[in-house]
């Protein structure tokens, strides 16, 4: 029986999902959240997320929610499959994707998710996007860069040599930041700028990226 | 095993606690973050976010509180409590689920509240009473998502004690010192999980570790 993605391909949360199945060859169905209408804030869908945010994810009688604890379950469940997203053969390893994988979840992704919300969302709220919140943001993802460059100085990816769900985490933020004036951020570091370039040009995430056209014109 | 870090630091006392429940060895190395030691020269090569705790065992290296946490409860599964969810990969994931909503949901209003109404305190600087009106009204619809779910299980993830509760110890147990304890009060599964959790004897030796 496939799994049931609930979301929408345009967000980024959703597309982290995704693209990790896309990495697992794993049979899924999106089924789409119609979140102007107000979909993911009520029932049914409140009873998959009681935080009423996309994606949820359902397989068979497991609901789950929040992206990052849907895409690790993926990764697990279909650990034979694909790439091998969580090094499942040395704990020290799978204990340097968790490093990376937090490091995504607690330093990353506060600064770059009040930039994309700025550009991205509040238009659509009526709103101009805040420069002020903007430019303190970029300075925090600035350090943040800095830390990364030093690493992908060392390593080729995050955690280690090898792609892992750690880099994979970062993508779809990233690659709706890359679509900002602020893109600079990354392309100024040669090091994280070559990552992203790998990254970013996996057939499992290029498969998610061509959906991923919110605040383009039409949409 | 070392643990770099500050007692008094919330993700400092995640670590602890979690291997106080395991039952191992350990050295803790204290970081005097009040002259900045976190951010010299000699703490960066440990964690290059300059942020407690960090934690060496042999030559592995780890930063992030989860990350580590996460490492102790497997490496030693078979030590002291069982922090895990072992079994199929569905009760893992429902286990990862809850994990990522103290660290999403949970985290972001109830630290910023324990800074507003603990930390400031402590520093001399004064409570911004908007931001604590604002925060405690985003953290009250988060333990309405908790008191239903703690209504149909007794702990996060499952029956048992898990890394998912133990995650929000240092949280809960300076909330419990603010006026924001109303808000754990008149929600009776909440506050009966937060009596239950932080009663249990390896939070009081973190606590102990206060008293040094």
Redesign the interface.
Do not use: C, G, T
């Given at each position: 029986m496939a799994l049931k993605l609930y979301g929408a391909a345009m967000s980024p949360c959703t597309s982290r999902v995704m693209t990790c199945l896309h990495e697992k060859e794993a049979d899924f169905e999106l089924i789409p959240i119609d979140l102007f209408a107000g979909e993911h804030k009520q029932l049914p869908f409140l009873a998959k997320n009681?935080?009423g945010q996309i994606p949820a994810l359902e397989?068979g009688d497991?609901s789950?929610?929040?992206s990052?604890?849907?895409s690790?379950?993926v990764a697990?469940?279909y650990k034979e499959a694909g790439h091998d997203l969580i090094r499942c053969q040395s704990?020290?390893e799978?204990?340097?994707v968790?490093?990376w994988?937090?490091?995504e979840?607690?330093?990353y992704h506060p600064a770059i998710s009040p930039i994309i919300f700025q550009f991205f969302a509040a238009p659509l709220q009526g709103k101009v996007p805040d420069q002020a919140i903007i430019d303190e943001n970029l300075e925090k993802l600035g350090k943040?860069l800095d830390?990364y460059e030093?690493?992908l100085s060392r390593t080729k990816y995050l955690a280690g040599d090898f792609y892992s769900l750690a880099d994979l985490f970062h993508l779809s933020f990233t690659y709706y930041f890359m679509k900002t004036p602020c893109a600079n951020l990354i392309n100024e570091r040669p090091h994280v700028k070559a990552w992203w370039e790998d990254i970013s040009s996996r057939p499992a995430f290029q498969k998610v990226a061509s959906a991923m056209t919110f605040g383009e014109k039409g949409n | 095993m070392k643990v770099h870090g500050y007692p008094l630091s919330t993700v400092t006392q995640r670590v602890l606690a979690c291997l106080y429940e395991k039952d191992v060895e350990f050295q803790f190395v204290n970081v005097d973050m009040v002259a900045g030691e976190h951010k010299s020269p000699n703490f960066l090569p440990l964690n290059?976010?300059g942020q407690v705790p960090a934690f060496e065992e042999g030559d592995?290296k780890?930063?992030?509180?989860?990350?580590t946490t996460?490492?102790i409860a497997?490496?030693y599964a078979d030590k002291g409590t069982q922090l895990l969810l072992p079994g199929s990969?569905?009760t893992?994931?429902?286990f990862?689920?809850w994990?990522?909503?103290e660290?999403?949901?949970f985290d972001p209003p109830s630290t910023k509240l324990v800074f507003e109404l603990r930390y400031k305190p402590h520093f001399g600087m004064t409570t911004d009473t908007a931001v604590v009106e604002e925060y405690e009204a985003k953290f009250a619809k988060?333990l309405d998502?908790y008191e239903?779910?703690l209504a149909e299980s007794k702990y996060l993830a499952c029956d048992h004690f898990t890394l998912a509760d133990l995650h929000h110890l240092p949280t809960v147990q300076y909330l419990l010192g603010s006026s924001a304890k109303k808000l754990f009060d008149s929600r009776p599964h909440v506050s009966a999980w937060v009596a239950d959790i932080t009663a249990r004897p390896a939070w009081s030796k973190v606590m102990g570790m206060l008293k040094q």
């Open positions: 009681p935080f397989d497991l789950l929610f929040e990052r604890a849907i690790a379950y697990e469940k704990l020290k799978a204990a340097e968790k490093v994988m937090e490091v979840s607690q330093q943040v830390v030093e690493k | 290059p976010f592995l780890l930063f992030e509180s989860r990350a996460h490492y497997h490496e990969n569905k893992m994931a429902v990862q689920l994990k990522e909503v660290a999403h949901q988060v998502v239903a779910r």
